[in-house]
Structure formats: C-alpha cells, structure tokens
C-alpha cells in the first residue's frame, strides 16, 4: 500500500495539469518606434519615412497614443516638427482598428482606420486605409514598427 500511495498521487498530478495552450493571438502592448513607412496612392507608391525624425507608438490594453517630433529639438524653425493624437482602438484576429480620438489636426479627428497588423519576431506591420473624405484623403500605408526595449 505504501508503495501505491506515490503512484497515486503522480496519477493525479498528471491528470489535473492542464495542457498547456499555445496563443496565436498578437500582443500589441508595448512601445513601438516607426521604422519605414510607405503610402501608395493611385498607382503611386512612396516612402513617407523621414530619418530626420523620431515616431513612437504606444498601445496599452484599450488606448494607443503616438508621437512625432524632430531630432533637432526645434532649433531649426523651417524643419521643426511634432505631432501626436491617440484614442481606443479593438483588435480581432488581425484586425486592428483605430477610432482617433485627439490630434493635433483636428480635421482627422473621430476617424476610424483599420488596419491588419502582424508581427514577426521584434517588428509589427501594419497596413491598411486612411481615408479623411473631408481632407480629400484616400490612401494605403504601410507602416513597420520595432519594439523598444
């Protein structure tokens, strides 16, 4: 009896562990930093990426929040830039969609953009439409981001 007791209570350790699951899910929290960026309108497509910049996105649980700015820090008046906005946003599957709530131009805002988004090792694409019909706006961009550390 004493040597069945072990055996026992191995066979029920063993039963009652659930398997482990594997996700598939993309987990978009995180700081990201834009690393190319590209548009293509009409038959056009262009790099929008500009090196002389920083952007970062910053996704949570519900909200995503992004910023721009120059690497200058202003100095240059003519080339100074900054910009930012942020609102919630849903993710299914693939599907990440924005609903811009604040922006510094506020004709973009209360837009909603929906994009599929993957990522792959430390890089997330997304890629989907802009489209702001009141500022003639009707675009893809292609956007790849890489995780900060």
């Not at 038959?43 to 721009?68: C, E, L, R």
Request: charged share 30%.
């Amino acid at each position: 009896m004493k040597k069945l007791i072990p055996f026992v209570i191995a066979f029920v350790l063993l039963v009652s562990c659930e398997p482990k699951k594997e996700s598939n899910a993309i987990t978009l929290t995180g700081t990201w930093r834009l690393i190319s960026a590209e548009t293509t309108e009409k038959d056009s497509t262009f790099s929008t990426f500009n090196p002389k910049t920083k952007m970062i996105k910053i996704i949570n649980d519900t909200h995503f929040a992004f910023f721009n700015h120059d690497l200058n820090n202003g100095k240059d008046s003519t080339n100074a830039v900054f910009f930012g906005g942020g609102g919630k946003y849903t993710l299914k599957d693939s599907i990440y969609t924005e609903n811009l709530e604040f922006f510094n131009n506020r004709q973009w805002e209360n837009g909603k953009f929906e994009f599929t988004v993957k990522i792959k090792n430390d890089t997330l694409t997304q890629k989907g439409v802009e489209k702001v019909e009141k500022l003639g706006i009707d675009r893809i961009i292609t956007e790849k981001y890489v995780r900060e550390k």
